[in-house]
């Protein structure tokens, strides 16, 4: 399954869900994406995010937070408030390569 169509899906899922959703999403989603504007993370998170706002029929913020290979936007999106609306869209090294080579806050 493509990158597209896993969110496709996952948007799909979000609108069908059961009544005790119905209100969601109620104000802005934020995206943090732990890289400056511009890269491949952007470009391509930026095309999921115009899909699940046109799925979820709400605005979807972009913000990117460069630095430490990463961990500062990892960090950040670990400390946000787990409510449904923040999301993370990352490679994989902030993950699996940075936490092993220096100190994390994740």
């Given at each position: 399954m493509t990158i597209k169509a896993t969110f496709v899906s996952l948007a799909a899922?979000?609108?069908?869900?059961?009544?005790?959703?119905?209100e969601y999403p109620e104000r802005t989603i934020e995206l943090t994406i732990p890289a400056g504007a511009g890269g491949g993370t952007?470009?391509?998170a930026r095309k999921l995010a115009l899909l699940l706002e046109e799925k979820l029929g709400t605005s979807i913020a972009i913000l990117n937070v460069g630095g430490g290979g990463g961990s500062v936007g990892a960090?950040?999106?670990?400390?946000?408030?787990?409510?449904g609306y923040?999301?993370?869209?990352?490679?994989?090294?902030?993950?699996t390569t940075v936490p092993q080579v220096q100190n994390v806050a994740y």
């Open positions: 899922a979000a609108t069908l869900a059961t009544p005790a959703f119905a952007d470009t391509s960090s950040q999106f670990m400390q946000a408030k787990p409510d923040s999301l993370f869209a990352t490679w994989n090294s902030p993950l």
